[in-house]
Nanobody, 126 residues
């Protein structure tokens, strides 16, 4: 069974940090572009960051540039999202995703994804 399982969400104060993890099982992430998406209550899901499988290039949503860092550990079949200086607008359900695409911009901007995780809640509030 192919699965992506996220962990690491929670409640954090503005300015705080969280690291999300996404473990893949049933398939190898080596050949997949991976990414993180989020959906705030009442809003559409948006691509936060994506990481290429071919050239290590990355894509970031403008509002998270300089604060979030995506990384992958293919040996552990895991993807990470380090989130620093969190803001209330970062609140939402964060989803891990994997796709065989060669265009991480298309993946992140249009949500063209083969596999989705179940999501983990991130709440930024004082």
């Amino acid at each position: 069974q192919l699965q992506l399982v996220e962990s690491g969400g929670g409640l954090v104060q503005p300015g705080g940090s969280l690291t999300l993890s996404c473990a893949a099982s049933g398939f190898t992430l080596d050949y997949y572009a991976v990414g993180w998406f989020r959906q705030a209550s009442g809003k559409e899901r948006e691509g936060v960051s994506c990481f290429s499988s071919t050239d290590s290039s990355t894509f970031y949503l403008d509002s998270v540039k300089g604060r979030f860092t995506i990384s992958r550990d293919n040996a552990k079949n895991t993807v990470f999202l380090q989130m620093n200086n969190l803001k209330p607008d970062d609140t939402g359900v964060y989803y891990c995703a994997a796709d065989l695409t060669t265009s991480i911009q298309d993946m992140c901007e249009y949500g063209l994804v083969d596999y989705w995780g179940q999501g983990t809640q991130v709440t930024v509030s004082s």
